[in-house]
């Protein structure tokens, strides 16, 4: 099989945000990934629906994976419900975790169940702002530069660096500098 390069997003706003992030690095590969390089972390405001809730914390991750859209899909929904995201709650609402891929390699896939690239990629500073610290060339596969992207949307959206990159592996990457 063809292994691509993906780009992911994690997000978290209940509990130790930083430590439900790193857990899910840390699952990745169980969940049929290779993480290649994580982001720093960012604190952002909330965005979509439901506003009115505590602050996130986001990062991208860049992985490999030989996995087909629907199945990674499938195993990162497994890995949340693995790290206690809840089956149900409100669209947008408070988190244990969210994954959502965002890209994957030059795929472009249209299904009930996803979209890649992610409907939302170009559209969201909390993503555009580390996915960019990973590659600031990326592109997507109709060519579009996730800078270009971020260049054109209005400062309204709070993201705020909020520590180190998150470990690769255990025991490997960058110590956590972040503030208390």
Request: net charge negative; hydrophobic share 45%.
């Amino acid at each position: 099989m063809l292994a691509r390069t993906g780009l992911l997003s994690l997000g978290s706003n209940v509990g130790d945000r930083r430590a439900q992030l790193q857990a899910a690095v840390y699952g990745l590969p169980q969940a049929g990934m290779e993480v290649l390089a994580c982001s720093s972390v960012y604190d952002t405001d909330p965005v979509g629906e439901l506003t009115d809730q505590p602050s996130f914390l986001n990062a991208c991750v860049l992985v490999r994976t030989e996995a087909q859209p629907l199945a990674l899909l499938d195993s990162v929904k497994a890995l949340e419900r693995a790290l206690g995201r809840a089956a149900s709650g409100p669209r947008h609402g408070p988190r244990a975790i969210d994954i959502d891929i965002l890209l994957l390699g030059d795929v472009e896939f249209d299904h009930e169940r996803m979209r890649v690239p992610h409907e939302q990629l170009r559209n969201r500073r909390f993503v555009l702002v580390p996915a960019l610290e990973l590659d600031m060339d990326m592109v997507t596969p109709d060519g579009r530069r996730l800078a270009d992207a971020l260049a054109a949307l209005p400062l309204d959206e709070g993201v705020r660096w909020a520590g180190a990159p998150l470990a690769v592996a255990p025991g490997k990457g960058q110590a956590d500098h972040s503030a208390p």
